[in-house]
């Protein structure tokens, strides 16, 4: 399953959203196929295995010094009022 409805209808509808976007300005984004890691390299399946992906979309925020720390998360689908809200809420 290399598709996934609600991830595209959060690159749709909530990323390009302005509001989105103005809050978003100071994180790094990163894009990942979480099928492609659990089939890769090592390196790969160590992040498989600290995210334990349960749910799809999944939006990660890690501290910048130590990237196996997570911060927070948001899990699913948001509209964007909902994500600007999680993200400022620090989720």
């Known amino acids: 399953m ?9 690159e749709r509808t909530t990323l390009p959203d302005t ?11 990163a894009k ?3 099928n492609h890691i659990k089939q ?5 399946k160590k992040y498989y295995e600290m995210l334990k992906p349960n749910s799809y979309p999944r939006i990660i925020d890690t501290d910048k010094q130590d990237n196996e ?3 927070g998360e948001i899990r699913g689908y948001r509209k964007p ?6 993200i400022q809420n620090k989720n």
């Open 81 to 86: 009022g909902v994500f600007i809200g999680k």
């Open 69 to 71: 720390k997570i911060l």
């Open 19 to 29: 509001g989105v976007e103005d809050i978003l300005r100071n994180f790094i984004l």
């Open 32 to 34: 990942t196929n979480i």
């Open 2 to 10: 290399d598709s996934c409805h609600w991830c595209e209808e959060l």
């Open 40 to 44: 890769g390299s090592n390196y790969s």
